[in-house]
């Protein structure tokens, strides 16, 4: 059986200082910021080892 626990936030004074959420909550949460830092990571790579070939090769490759 599985309890859902409601999310709490404890807070010092009237600051929030930390939050108690359900551990599959923690979970899907940390597997969204790891895929969302593949990513990035996927894009800065591709950005880096990127080749660019100027248009005048280009055409002439293609014959036009």
Do not use: F, H, W
Request: no cysteine; charged share 40%.
């Amino acid at each position: 059986m599985y309890i859902m626990i409601k999310t709490q936030v404890i807070k010092k004074g009237k600051d929030p200082i930390a939050v108690i959420i359900d551990y599959r909550e923690y979970l899907r949460l940390k597997e969204m910021a790891q895929d969302r830092a593949e990513y990035a990571e996927a894009i800065d790579s591709e950005k880096k080892n990127r080749r660019l070939t100027p248009l005048k090769e280009v055409k002439k490759r293609l014959g036009l």
